[in-house]
């Protein structure tokens, strides 16, 4: 793993934890780095994206799609799961609240096939 990239990550994901709005000043770069660290770092990251899209959704169903697309990333990892559970909570109460907009996002089966 890169030193560098993981330096850089680390900085990234804690400005982005003290603002979460700060996420889409940095994506690109961020999620590029993401990529390349993985780890509790990585997801640390995605966790960050997800929060800013709750504080500032781009459309109706961002936040529901980014989300489900992390639970899809780590699905057979039942403690980053657990750490994303409490995320789909607020979610679905933001979403019952009006907070967020309510979306139904429609996604394929995306695990391995024995």
């Known amino acids: 793993m890169n ?12 400005g982005a934890e003290a603002d979460p709005l700060s996420v889409t000043l940095v994506r690109t770069e961020g999620d590029g780095l993401a990529h390349e660290v993985e780890g509790d770092l990585g ?12 504080a500032a959704p781009p459309d109706g169903d961002a936040v529901r799609e980014y989300y489900g697309e992390l639970v899809d990333r780590y699905r057979d990892e039942p403690a980053r799961i657990a750490v994303l559970r409490p995320i789909g909570d607020e979610i679905r109460t933001l979403e019952a609240s009006g907070a967020l907009p309510s979306a139904m996002v429609a996604r394929s089966d995306r695990r391995k096939k024995p």
């Open 43 to 54: 997801l640390r990251w995605r966790i960050a994206v997800v929060r800013c899209l709750i």
């Open 3 to 14: 030193r560098d990239a993981t330096r850089r990550l680390s900085a990234l994901v804690e």
